[in-house]
């Protein structure tokens, strides 16, 4: 059974740069896009932007300039950087799996809580 | 960018009724459509995919229909276990474009 496990600092300072790291256990991060979900407290679901196993990303527009998404595939982890933090930024931070072609998300990570506050 | 709308945005319903959800895209998604259900604390959890095709270990009461700009998400019968919030989510413009989500319908008990 494939698990995801999110991890980080679960309080970060505005201005400065929110780091994840998502661990898949129970199965290779090969062949698969990783992808980078947030959901605000009480709010809906925004995609952040996706990791493919060779390196290839795609990042939402709206979050672009501030985002990086690397993959380690020797840990079977991938990571999200996301730079110069607001309030706005506070979430649940979610990885998901989705395989190559127009496939859903059908693996997801337990999410963590960030909490962009000085 | 493709928007997704939902609604009702709040659903009431007994155990045992029947539930209809609806969730419309701005653009065409084709069948490029999954349901997904979230309970308090939890994340997604993946129902549906392809507008229709039910995920590993979905119960049969859980339906979807639909294609182009109108989805469905039916539950036949109300389980204790169903009230959550449901999102819609189109991945139509893989692999380049922008998933997006809808604002979710939560099913609570009436």
């Known amino acids: 059974q494939v698990e995801l496990q999110e991890s980080g600092p679960g309080l970060v300072k505005p201005s400065e740069t929110l780091s994840l790291t998502c661990t898949v256990s129970?199965?290779?991060?090969?062949?698969?896009?990783w992808s980078w979900i947030r959901q605000p407290p009480g709010k809906g679901l925004e995609w952040i932007g996706y990791?493919?196993?060779?390196?290839?990303?795609n990042y939402n527009p709206s979050l672009k300039s501030r985002i990086t998404i690397s993959v380690d595939t020797s840990k079977n982890q991938c990571s999200l950087r996301l730079s110069s933090v607001t309030a706005a930024d506070t979430a649940v931070y979610y990885c998901a799996r989705h395989s190559y072609g127009y496939n859903p998300f059908d693996y997801w990570g337990q999410g963590t809580l960030v909490t962009v506050s000085s | 960018e493709i928007v997704m709308t939902q609604s009702p945005a709040t659903l009431s319903v007994s155990p045992g009724e029947r539930a209809t959800l609806s969730c419309r895209a701005s653009?065409?998604?084709?069948?490029?459509l999954a349901w997904y259900q979230q309970k308090p604390g939890q994340a997604p959890r993946l129902l549906i995919y392809?507008?229709?095709t039910r995920a590993t270990g979905i119960p049969a009461r859980f339906s979807g229909s639909g294609s182009g700009t109108e989805f469905t998400l039916t539950i036949s019968s109300l389980q204790s276990e169903d009230f959550a919030i449901y999102y819609c989510q189109q991945y139509s413009n893989w692999p380049r474009g922008v998933f997006t989500f809808g604002p979710g319908t939560k099913v609570d008990i009436k």
């Open positions: 129970g199965g290779s991060i090969s062949s698969y896009y």
């Open positions: 653009q065409s998604v084709s069948s490029y």
């Open positions: 392809g507008a229709s």
């Open positions: 990791i493919y196993y060779s390196g290839s990303t």
